[in-house]
């Protein structure tokens, strides 16, 4: 018999190893998902403490006496959460104008989510958020 044809019927018998191998097919997946699951996660909670601080802003801007725009942006800064100050592309900005002859302040943030893959980088994802609230000056 061939020398060949005999070691490819000892090896397709050969199942010792079987596992180990499946593992290290199946490990560089697994890491990868893990760790999106982690970035999607940031992701989520970048944007909860985005909407929660522009909220806050909008929210205060309808009190009386109306806050200054200064003290608005101060709420928002203080109100966020899960956000990096370093990756706040634009804001807080807190702009007046009327619409249907109703006053409102909009108070607009945001913010560049750096997204950090093991095996290979993306850009980075952009949020926005805007809250309008009537009854402000």
Do not use: W
């Not at 593992?23 to 990868?32: D, K, R, T």
């Amino acid at each position: 018999e061939d020398p060949m044809t005999s070691f490819v019927k000892r090896i397709s018998v050969d199942v010792r190893a079987a596992s180990a191998v499946e593992f290290a097919l199946s490990a560089g997946i697994l890491v990868l998902v893990l760790v999106g699951l982690a970035q999607v996660g940031m992701l989520f909670m970048a944007n909860a403490g985005l909407r929660h601080a522009v909220g806050e802003g909008a929210r205060l801007s309808t009190i009386f006496p109306t806050p200054s725009d200064s003290t608005i942006i101060a709420k928002v800064n203080s109100s966020r959460f899960g956000v990096n100050p370093a990756y706040i592309s634009a804001g807080p900005t807190v702009t007046h104008g009327t619409e249907n002859g109703a006053t409102y302040t909009q108070v607009t943030m945001s913010y560049s989510v750096p997204l950090n893959f093991v095996f290979f980088s993306v850009p980075a994802v952009t949020l926005t958020e805007t809250r309008r609230a009537f009854g402000g000056s």
